[in-house]
């Protein structure tokens, strides 16, 4: 552990943070029984990680820094785990059955195929 890798990760983080609470005040308003701003965040982020990997893997060379600061600072900080569990038990607790399955599904298989398709947009631009 370093002081580089350390401003890495807490600047990208930070970042990522700051992302995910503006997505929330924006979009959150607009289905108040599914928290869209954590979906886009969570979506978003899986996008980019799978761009990051991609990108990542053609350019080995990039400074450990660089890395920190985009996939653990930066994605970690704007995607969440702990909100989207958070929300989850929320609807389980209102009983809203239909909505809590939707939400696990979306974030779940969407995320899943973000990343997915983050990777083929790397790989398509390269070809």
Known sequence: MNAGGLLAVGIGAASGAWLRWWLGLILNPLVPTLPLGTLAANLVGGYLMGIA???????????????????????????????????????????????????????????????????????????
Do not use: C, K
């Open 53 to 127: 990997m991609g990108l990542l893997a053609q350019y080995a060379s990039l400074p450990a820094e660089a890395r920190l600061f985009i996939m653990t600072g930066f994605l970690g900080g704007l995607t969440t785990f702990s909100t989207f569990s958070a929300e989850a038990v929320t609807l389980l607790s209102r009983q809203q059955y239909g909505w809590v399955a939707a939400h696990i599904a979306l974030h779940l298989l969407g995320s899943l195929a973000m990343t997915g398709l983050g990777i083929l947009t790397v790989n398509l631009i390269r070809s």
